[in-house]
Nanobody, 125 residues
Framework: QVQLLESGGGLVQAGGSLRLSCAASGPTFSSYVMGWFRQAPGKEREFVAAIISWSGDSTRYADSVKGRFTISRVNAKKTVYLQMNSLEPEDTAVYYC?????????????????WGQGTQVTVSS
C-alpha cells in the first residue's frame, strides 16, 4: 500500500513558477513509476509528466508542458517533484500525483494504482 500527499500548489501570475512535491509512504517507493496528472474544471484528467526509472533519468512529458516542466525524484526522501516554470493560465488545474508499476503505459491514468488527493494550481493572467 502506498499513500501519496501532494503539496506546493497555490496562486501564481502567468510567467511565474511553482514546485509541487509528492511525499510517499511505503517501503518500495523507488520501484514505482511516478506520474503527475491534472484536471481542470469541466475537463478530463490529463497526463502531465512521468518518471520511469529508479535513477530518474527516464522521463516523459505531455507536449503542452515540454520545456517548461521538470519531473524529478529523490528516493531517499520518497518524494517526487514537479518544477513548473513559465506558467500559463491554461495550466490552472488540480494536480495529482500517482504511483504505478506499468512503465509502458505511463501516459494513461489507468496504469496507476495509487493517487494523492490533489493540490490546486491557479495561474492568473
Amino acid at each position: 500500500q502506498v499513500q501519496l500527499l501532494e503539496s506546493g500548489g497555490g496562486l501564481v501570475q502567468a510567467g511565474g513558477s511553482l514546485r509541487l512535491s509528492c511525499a510517499a509512504s511505503g517501503p518500495t517507493f523507488s520501484s514505482y513509476v511516478m506520474g503527475w496528472f491534472r484536471q481542470a474544471p469541466g475537463k478530463e484528467r490529463e497526463f502531465v509528466a512521468a518518471i520511469i526509472s529508479w535513477s530518474g533519468d527516464s522521463t516523459r512529458y505531455a507536449d503542452s508542458v515540454k520545456g517548461r516542466f521538470t519531473i524529478s525524484r529523490v528516493n531517499a526522501k520518497k518524494t517526487v517533484y514537479l518544477q513548473m516554470n513559465s506558467l500559463e493560465p491554461e495550466d490552472t488545474a488540480v494536480y495529482y500525483c500517482a504511483a504505478g508499476r506499468d512503465y509502458r503505459s505511463s501516459y494513461y491514468a489507468g496504469a496507476y494504482d495509487y493517487w494523492g488527493q490533489g493540490t490546486q494550481v491557479t495561474v492568473s493572467s
